[in-house]
């Protein structure tokens, strides 16, 4: 009576054997089915982590239309102290805010409207550049972040700086005597 049993359980065994190879064998059949039809479509796969992107709503945007955006200072002397206004008028739906502005060096300091510039109305940015310890061809940028498309905008301001004379200097280094 074991000896059957155990008879039976062995051709069970067999036969459960068999049929995981078989599912095994349709699963992979039917995974390389998916990727050959992957592959011959043309359509573009999202993935899982992907954000999605909407488009801003104009009624929530301001805009910027600046007279100009680069201003050019000519030649100066190395020392001098450049400034300049850039207006602009929003011409967006909404309040533009300035939300901050980054200079492109320690030679360049800005300014602007602080508080919300309403729909038609003007506002400004000033620059001010610093040409201590420059020499040469000089082009500072300010780096603007609004509620604008696109969020950043860039204004420059350009020139040459004449270095000092070398006698107007003072020594470098100790003096013998």
């Not at 051709?11 to 190879?21: E, H, R, S, T, Y």
């Not at 909407?54 to 001098?80: H, V």
């Not at 082009?139 to 969020?151: G, L, R």
Request: a neutral charge; proline letters at 6%; charged letters at 15%.
């Amino acid at each position: 009576m074991k000896i059957k049993l155990l008879s039976a359980l062995a051709v069970a065994l067999m036969f459960g054997a068999c049929n995981q190879k078989d599912d095994q064998a349709a699963k992979i059949q039917a995974l390389e089915e998916k990727i050959a039809q992957l592959e011959n479509s043309n359509t573009a796969v999202t993935p899982v982590n992907a954000q999605a992107a909407t488009s801003a709503d104009p009624s929530t945007l301001g805009g910027f239309e600046f007279k100009e955006m680069e201003y050019d200072f000519g030649n100066i002397n190395e020392g001098q102290v450049v400034e300049h206004v850039f207006n602009f008028t929003n011409n967006g739906q909404a309040p533009l805010v300035i939300s901050n502005i980054t200079a492109s060096c320690g030679c360049t300091s800005p300014d602007w409207t602080k508080s919300p510039v309403m729909p038609g109305e003007e506002g400004f940015v000033k620059v001010v550049f610093n040409s201590t310890a420059k020499s040469g061809a000089q082009a500072p940028t300010v780096t603007i972040q609004a509620n604008t498309n696109p969020t950043v905008t860039r204004l420059r301001m350009k020139g040459s700086v004449t270095p000092k004379l070398a006698g107007a200097q003072a020594p470098a280094g100790p003096l013998k005597k």
